[in-house]
Structure formats: structure tokens, C-alpha cells
């Protein structure tokens, strides 16, 4: 069975300042990892995805995230935030084919303050 | 391309009622997975379809959820009776090509 763990509940953070989401996983099969980003009364938008090769991922807006199979992460960070990156922002794995059944971690919720 | 779609995108019900959710994938997508978003956590998978089958529902309540895709297309959810725990954001997703497409989800609040 697959799970994932999110460290961080909630990631208060300035403007203009890094961020670093944490994101742990845990399965027995193939990895492929997936950050969202869901804000709010809306559905789940793909901000980037590990499916094989450089463990450095380059995803949308700005966000990057390191595959580090050893230590079983999957990290996301972006240099520089935006009052516009607050949002609800969620780790998955999937199992088997990649993007199949999806397992979420449960969210941590970044709030950008001016 | 247009994405998924859903509706409604809100409902109130009272417990006990039933309520049924409809979701169109992205064209030419055969697999499609509904999900619950209860407040606060990650969405949960309940079933997932491949075209018009069934492959796993494994978490779906099947004494009150049922879901079908009877022409491989548009799919509906269906609660009967609802419980108060049902609240929950309901999200619809479609897949190609490594990746999962979500709608924007139903509200759903049961008093």
C-alpha cells in the first residue's frame, strides 16, 4: 500500500520569499509523484510530475520539486512567491501506470502575506 | 480542449435524501475516477473506470454510493440515502498521457 505525508499543515510565508512544501511518500511499486495546486472553490490544477529521469523537476509558475528516492521525498519549492500562490497545494503518488489511482497526501495550505 | 465538467457544482440536501452528481471528461479520455474532498484532507478515490467498465471500487460505500458510465462518456454518482459524513467536495478526473484532469468539483453539504 501507498501512502503520502505532507509535514506541513499550514506554511505561512512574505512576499517575494522562498518556500519549500515537504512531501514524503511510501510505496512498493513504481514511482510516480505529482504535485497540485487547488485554490479555492475550484478543482485540482497539475503544477508538476516525476515520472522518470532527472530528479529535478521544473513544473508551472515558477515551482521545481527533487525526486530523492534514498530519503523517499519529493519536495516542492519556488524561489520567490506571489500573494497569487496562496492556495491549498497536494503530494500524490500513483500506483502502477503512471497518473493511475492517485493517493494524496493531505495538503498544506500556503498563505502568502504582503 | 475543453476540460471536465460537472454539475452542479453545489448542493444541499437533508439526510436521508438522495442526490446524484454528473461529470464529462475530456474528450477521448477513456479512464475517468471520482473522487471525495472532505474538508481539510486530500481527495479520496472512490472508483475508477476504464470506458465503460468498472476497474476498481474498492473504497466506494456500496450500501448507499453507486456510480456508472454506461456509454464510456459521461459518468454519475449517486448517493441514496445521504448521511451527514457525505459532506464533502465531490471531484470528477480524466486521464491521458501520465496525468489526471480534475473538474472543478460538487459541494456537497448534507444538514
Redesign the interface.
Known amino acids: 500500500a501507498q501512502s503520502v505525508t505532507q509535514l506541513d499543515s499550514q506554511v505561512p510565508v512574505f512576499e517575494e520569499a522562498p518556500v519549500e512544501l515537504r512531501c514524503n511518500y511510501s510505496s512498493s511499486v513504481s514511482v510516480y509523484l505529482f504535485w497540485y495546486v487547488q485554490y479555492p472553490n475550484q478543482g485540482l490544477q497539475l503544477l508538476l510530475k516525476y515520472l522518470s529521469g532527472s530528479t529535478l523537476v521544473k513544473g508551472i509558475n515558477g515551482f521545481e520539486a527533487e525526486f530523492n528516492k534514498s530519503q523517499t521525498s519529493f519536495h516542492l519549492r519556488k524561489p520567490s512567491v506571489h500573494i497569487s500562490d496562496t492556495a491549498e497545494y497536494f503530494c500524490a503518488v500513483s500506483e502502477g501506470a503512471a497518473g493511475n489511482k492517485l493517493t494524496f497526501g493531505g495538503g498544506t495550505r500556503v498563505l502568502v502575506k504582503p | 480542449e475543453a476540460g471536465?465538467a460537472q454539475s452542479p457544482r453545489y448542493k444541499i440536501i437533508e439526510k436521508r435524501q438522495s442526490v446524484a452528481f454528473w461529470c464529462n471528461p475530456i474528450s477521448g479520455h477513456a479512464?475517468l475516477?471520482w473522487y471525495q474532498q472532505i474538508l481539510?484532507?486530500?481527495?479520496?478515490?472512490l472508483i475508477?473506470f476504464q470506458n465503460n467498465g468498472v476497474v476498481?471500487d474498492s473504497q466506494l460505500p456500496k450500501d448507499r454510493f453507486s456510480a456508472e458510465r454506461l456509454k464510456g462518456v459521461d459518468s454519475t454518482l449517486k448517493i441514496q440515502p445521504a448521511k451527514l459524513e457525505d459532506s464533502a467536495v465531490y471531484?470528477c478526473?480524466s486521464?491521458a498521457?501520465?496525468?489526471?484532469?480534475?473538474?472543478?468539483?460538487t459541494?456537497l453539504t448534507v444538514t
Open positions: 471536465v479512464t475516477y481539510g484532507q486530500g481527495p479520496k478515490l475508477q476498481d471531484l478526473a486521464r498521457e501520465g496525468e489526471q484532469y480534475f473538474g472543478p468539483g459541494r
